[in-house]
């Protein structure tokens, strides 16, 4: 009996630490166990055991919950950003509304369904990148057929023979460094990108910032050649010299009759360069030009043979209006027609008709005897010319 008891009070004394550090209440003696087999010394060294493994696990439980906790904070700090705050998922309001011990103990049922979201928006992004691929390599392609137009615009521009130092040479010079074209799709790729969040970005108005086709080829030139154009254009003179001024300086430089001049040549060469884009060039007709009174300002011989001939060098029909009665400024021109205005009384409209004074003091046309072009008289109508534009 006294070795039993002895041997009672050991045990009691080795549960004595567990029953300490346990939660549960030790197990009723009067249950159906089984019986220890081992000495109170073994017992005592694996209570030790059991001691260490307890505070082991307590410890790893305090570390896990304030993982959890940090965790939970950094979740709902993310979900709480001012970006997310036009958001309306399901899963962002109750990252944000819940309590935190609610939010840990559904992190599973919200960690799927972010799964799925990511797996969605993963194919969405993924097809909206091959959408920009798309729309970058063709505007880069555009960005390149643009700044081939302006060399175009540039060459085509070259002046006609028999005038002086200006021979061949470009009325309208473009010059701009080549742009890079490992680095063309990345700038106008970062276009693109600018644009489109400046679209989702709503001004206080409400109103959308523009971004039609023609701004956005234009944002894309202008990324594309980051150094800039230089455009200069020749300086029209009596003796035609070699002088170009940038075309911002034209209104300080430029008088009025060498402004228009300017502007005539530069039309024509814009014309010249809609027919070579349309293959029309061959046909030398690059339209036909209506001007408004010019020689009331350019009435010089040298700014009107100028403007005539750069306009048959490119294929341009120059017709002029006016009521100036000058012989000196119209003996620059091949053909005359005069008019006059007739009121219609009834209807309201006018018209322009030849002035049949004119007519009627004209000579009668040549005949076709006179074979011989000198011998026509001044003043004869001599031919019309029509040109049908092919269908």
Not at 113 to 122: D, N, P, S, W
Not at 331 to 353: C, E, Q
Request: aromatic share 4%.
């Amino acid at each position: 009996m006294n070795e039993a008891g002895e041997a009672a009070r050991a045990f009691r004394e080795v549960l004595a630490p567990l029953t300490a550090i346990l939660d549960n209440p030790p197990v009723d003696p009067g249950d159906a166990t089984e019986p220890y087999e081992g000495t109170p010394d073994a017992a005592g060294t694996a209570t030790g055991r059991v001691q260490d493994a307890l505070r082991t696990a307590a410890t790893a439980e305090r570390e896990s919950r304030n993982d959890v906790s940090r965790l939970v904070d950094v979740a709902v700090r993310h979900a709480s950003q001012a970006k997310f705050e036009t958001m309306t998922n399901v899963s962002r309001r109750a990252i944000v509304a819940l309590d935190r011990d609610q939010l840990a103990a559904r992190a599973a049922e919200f960690a799927t369904q972010l799964e799925q979201r990511l797996a969605t928006l993963t194919t969405d992004l993924d097809t909206a990148g091959q959408h920009r691929k798309l729309i970058v390599d063709r505007l880069a392609a555009l960005v390149v057929g643009a700044l081939k137009t302006l060399r175009t615009a540039s060459r085509l521009s070259k002046l006609p023979a028999g005038l002086g130092e200006w021979e061949g040479k470009e009325f309208l010079r473009i010059r701009f460094p080549e742009p890079d074209p490992t680095l063309l799709a990345a700038r106008v790729g970062e276009v693109i990108d600018d644009m489109s969040t400046a679209a989702s970005t709503r001004t206080s108005a409400g109103s959308a910032p523009k971004r039609d086709g023609m701004t956005l080829l234009l944002r894309s030139i202008e990324a594309a050649v980051p150094k800039g154009f230089t455009v200069d254009i020749l300086k029209p003179d009596a003796v035609l010299r070699d002088e170009r001024v940038p075309i911002e300086n034209m209104n300080e430089v430029f008088s009025g009759g060498q402004e228009l001049t300017a502007a005539i040549v530069l039309y024509c060469t814009m014309a010249a360069l809609r027919a070579n884009e349309r293959g029309q060039m061959r046909t030398r007709h690059s339209g036909v030009l209506f001007l408004d009174n010019p020689i009331g300002k350019a009435s010089a011989e040298y700014l009107l043979e100028l403007q005539q001939g750069v306009a048959a060098a490119l294929g341009v029909q120059l017709v002029y209006t006016t009521g100036l009665s000058d012989d000196r400024a119209l003996a620059a021109f091949p053909l005359w027609v005069r008019m006059r205005n007739d009121a219609d009384l009834r209807a309201g409209l006018k018209h322009i008709r030849v002035a049949e004074i004119v007519r009627r003091q004209l000579p009668d046309p040549f005949t076709e005897a006179e074979a011989n072009p000198d011998d026509i008289a001044p003043g004869t109508i001599t031919a019309t010319r029509v040109f049908r534009r092919p269908t």
